[in-house]
């Protein structure tokens, strides 16, 4: 039997916070998918102290970027732009079409966790994955984080 200690990759795509309205956008930490086959997202959402609602909520949107060609292993500042092919995705797209992949509102079981897998760019440039956490409307304060976890490395074992 294999282990999974050493064939997974954890990484913080974005750090525990309490969100509020008026934190604005919230952007993760850049996920490296060079060297990995397989990409799981889990979003995580505390108890919300406040109200969320069909008009206030908090999105977690899917980004990606090419690696800088003057400075390898570094996303490309200028080339994010939201995930929108639902074939690179498992799980469901709550909206494609802005790359949201969670959304925690009051249909969404809080605390909870929602699970996304990223099977690959329809772009092949995309090297760089993250995260952002989008407050829309006036939603309450929201505990918040998002983990990454690579699988099926191109080697081992896997180094933190």
Same mark, same amino acid.
């Given at each position: %039997?294999?282990? #999974?200690?050493? /064939?997974?990759?954890?990484?913080?795509? #974005?750090?525990?916070?309490?969100?509020?309205? *008026?934190?604005?956008? =919230?952007? *993760?930490?850049?996920?490296?998918?060079?060297?990995?086959?397989? =990409?799981?997202?889990? !979003? %995580?959402?505390?108890?919300?102290?406040?109200? #969320?609602? +069909?008009?206030?909520?908090?999105?977690?949107? =899917?980004?990606?970027?090419?690696?800088?060609? +003057?400075?390898?292993?570094?996303? =490309?500042?200028?080339?994010?732009? @939201?995930?929108? @092919? !639902?074939?690179?995705?498992?799980?469901?797209?709550?909206?494609? !079409?802005?790359?949201?992949?969670?959304?925690? /509102? @009051?249909?969404?079981?809080?605390? *909870?966790?929602?699970?996304?897998?990223?099977?690959?760019?329809?772009?092949?440039?995309?090297?760089?994955?993250?995260? #952002?956490?989008?407050?829309? *409307?006036?939603?309450? /304060?929201?505990?918040?984080?998002?983990?990454?976890?690579?699988?099926?490395?191109?080697? %081992?074992?896997?180094?933190?």
């Amino acid at each position: %039997m294999r282990d #999974l200690y050493n /064939n997974i990759k954890t990484s913080v795509a #974005l750090a525990p916070q309490v969100i509020t309205s *008026g934190s604005g956008t =919230l952007t *993760g930490a850049a996920i490296d998918i060079q060297g990995f086959d397989s =990409l799981d997202f889990d !979003a %995580m959402a505390g108890t919300e102290a406040g109200v #969320l609602c +069909a008009t206030a909520y908090y999105d977690i949107v =899917l980004q990606g970027a090419e690696d800088d060609p +003057a400075n390898i292993g570094t996303p =490309l500042a200028s080339t994010w732009a @939201d995930v929108t @092919d !639902a074939d690179d995705i498992l799980g469901t797209f709550v909206d494609a !079409a802005n790359g949201v992949i969670a959304r925690f /509102n @009051d249909t969404t079981a809080t605390p *909870g966790v929602v699970k996304v897998g990223y099977v690959g760019a329809t772009q092949a440039e995309v090297r760089f994955l993250r995260v #952002l956490a989008v407050p829309v *409307g006036v939603p309450g /304060n929201l505990p918040i984080a998002v983990l990454a976890s690579q699988g099926k490395p191109h080697g %081992m074992p896997v180094t933190q």
